[in-house]
C-alpha cells in the first residue's frame, strides 16, 4: 500500500493550493482520511481529517481557509488551501486508516484486525509574505 502526495510548491500569502493524495495497492476499504503538517522545529499537527462519509474536521488555525474533500471512487483526498500565510509553510503529510485485501480476508477468516493507519511521503508548502 501507498500513499502519495502531490500539488505543493511555492505560493505568495493571500494565495491557494491544492494538495492531492492517492492510496494505491492491495487496498480493501478506506475509512478516515487526512491531512497533517509539520512546520521547521515542530512537531506534526492535524490539518483536517474526512470520514468515510464525508464528515470533516479541522484544525482551529485552518478553519474557513481550507477544505478536505474526498473521491472514494479514485481512493483519493484532497486538500484545497485558499488565504494561505506564511505560518502554513510546511510539509504537508496525508493519512488513510485503511484495511488491506490481506487483511480483510484474514478478519472473514476469524482474525481479530481492524486495519492500520498509512501515512504519504509529504509534500513541501511554502508561503512567502
Known amino acids: 500500500v501507498q500513499l502519495q502526495a502531490s500539488g505543493g510548491g511555492l505560493v505568495q500569502a493571500g494565495g491557494s493550493l491544492r494538495l492531492s493524495c492517492v492510496a494505491s495497492?492491495?487496498?480493501?476499504?478506506?475509512?478516515?482520511m487526512g491531512w497533517y503538517r509539520q512546520a521547521p522545529g515542530k512537531q506534526r499537527e492535524l490539518v483536517a481529517t474526512?470520514?468515510?462519509?464525508?464528515?470533516?474536521n479541522y484544525a482551529d488555525p485552518v478553519k474557513g481557509r481550507f477544505t478536505i474533500s474526498r473521491d472514494n471512487a479514485k481512493n483519493t483526498v484532497y486538500l484545497q488551501m485558499s488565504v494561505l500565510k506564511p505560518e502554513d509553510t510546511a510539509v504537508y503529510y496525508c493519512?488513510?486508516?485503511?484495511?488491506?485485501?490481506?487483511?480483510?480476508?484474514?478478519?472473514?477468516?476469524?482474525?481479530?484486525?481492524?486495519?492500520?493507519?498509512?501515512w504519504g511521503q509529504g509534500t513541501q508548502v511554502t508561503v512567502s509574505s
Open positions: 493519512t488513510a486508516f485503511l484495511i488491506t485485501t490481506a487483511q480483510a480476508r484474514a478478519i472473514k477468516a476469524g482474525a481479530n484486525l481492524h486495519g492500520r493507519d498509512y
Open positions: 495497492g492491495s487496498i480493501d476499504s478506506i475509512n478516515g
Open positions: 474526512i470520514s468515510t462519509y464525508g464528515s470533516t
